[in-house]
């Protein structure tokens, strides 16, 4: 049988995030989830970097079993996979890894090794921008834990809005939180966290492309450091 959710345009997908975006600026991050597993029941996704398990603790919470995705480059500290393995053992929610159509050895021989220094954007479209995508095609929504306070380009980050090179909704629930409501979330609920961010990074992605942070620097300084790359392309 055909779903109300299968049944949506594009248009009409816009226009609800759209909606969505005005009606829910105000509303609780537990609200925004509740909305978005009312609004796509299975065809609603959370993506998470395991950095921290906010965004998938909080959207279990609205939608148990809800699927988890995360991207599995090839590149990650062990600390981060650790973090996915307990994730997936512990929390109601079910974790789904993707992976790059090329082994980091299959990516070394086509393109020489360390593209990650020489060609990060063409590193990052591989390992993480495909798969990502290919990973979406079945979910019309997907929510992210991107902040506002993390970084100037992310100031502006709707709570619900319109990914338009996907042509999907994009939900950020706890964009309007900050570094403090993190905090404060995962000591009450006690959500797994990654164990570097114990160890001085504010912010965590693939082991050769991620450092710790200095006194005074944004989260995302860490990220691509010394260079003006500041995103992966998952996020614009
Ligand atoms: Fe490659 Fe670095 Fe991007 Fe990871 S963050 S996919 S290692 S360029």
């Known amino acids: 049988m055909t779903t109300v959710q299968e049944q949506r345009t594009a248009e009409e997908l816009k226009a609800l995030a759209e909606q969505a975006g005005r009606d829910l600026e105000d509303a609780s991050a537990l609200e925004i989830l509740q909305w978005a597993a009312e609004t796509f029941g299975k065809r609603f996704c959370v993506t998470s970097s395991m950095e921290d398990a906010v965004v998938a603790h909080l959207a279990s919470r609205a939608m148990p079993g809800v699927d988890v995705v995360f991207l599995d480059t090839g590149y990650h500290f062990e600390e981060t996979i650790g973090t996915r393995d307990a994730v997936d053992a512990v929390m ?80 950020s629930p706890i964009a309007r939180w900050t570094q403090d409501d993190v ?17 001085g990074y504010a912010s965590v992605g693939c082991a050769p492309c991620t450092r710790r942070v200095l006194q005074g620097e944004d989260a995302r300084a860490g990220r691509w450091a010394g260079r003006s790359k500041t995103e992966c392309g998952l996020h614009g």
């Open 92 to 171: 109601d929610v079910n974790v789904i890894t993707l992976t790059p159509r090329r082994t980091v050895a299959e990516q070394d021989a086509e393109f020489g090794p360390k593209l990650h220094d020489r060609n990060p954007d063409l590193c990052c479209a591989m390992r993480k921008v495909e798969p990502l995508e290919r990973g979406l095609k079945d979910y019309q929504a997907w929510a992210t834990g991107l902040r506002r306070d993390e970084s100037p380009t992310r100031a502006n980050t709707p709570v619900v809005g319109w990914d338009d090179k996907r042509q999907k909704v994009k939900i």
């Open 183 to 199: 905090d404060a979330y995962v000591t009450e609920h006690g959500v797994l966290t990654n164990p570097l961010l114990m160890d």
